[in-house]
């Protein structure tokens, strides 16, 4: 259960595939999930509040249906800004999903929290 009232997550975790090298994506995921519990308490719970494909995919899954609910279905989207993920279809489709339903009362800039991890134009 989510943290945020009203959410299935409290945060969707969207990257471009190149930017996980060295798992560097995965290790991100686990640091900010433990810090967040840390803070939070046993109300946040990592593996229930965030949305991270390498987790929460399954073989068989219809993963653009399961991605595009889970964009829908968060408060908070953490976009991994590089110059791949602005050009990627997928990151794309997640964003788009995202902001297609905001939490009620929320706007735009109140459910972003991008990282910049390459320089981007």
Known sequence: MAYVPGCHYDLF???????NRDAWVEQFE?????????????QFD????????KRD???????PDRLRAAA????????V?????????WC?????EFFSKLPKGATPAD??????VRPID
């Not at 975790?13 to 930017?19: G, I, M, T, W």
């Open 81 to 89: 800004l590089s110059p791949g993920y602005l050009t990627s279809p």
């Open 46 to 53: 990592p593996k229930e509040s965030i949305f991270f494909d």
């Open 111 to 116: 459910c972003l929290a991008p990282i910049t």
């Open 72 to 79: 829908r279905d968060s408060a908070i989207l953490i976009p």
């Open 30 to 42: 686990r640091a900010l999930g433990q810090e967040l519990g840390d803070l939070l308490g046993r």
């Open 57 to 63: 995919l399954e073989i068989g899954q219809s993963f």
């Open 13 to 19: 975790l969207s990257y471009a595939s190149e930017n």
């Open 92 to 96: 794309n489709r997640e964003r788009t």
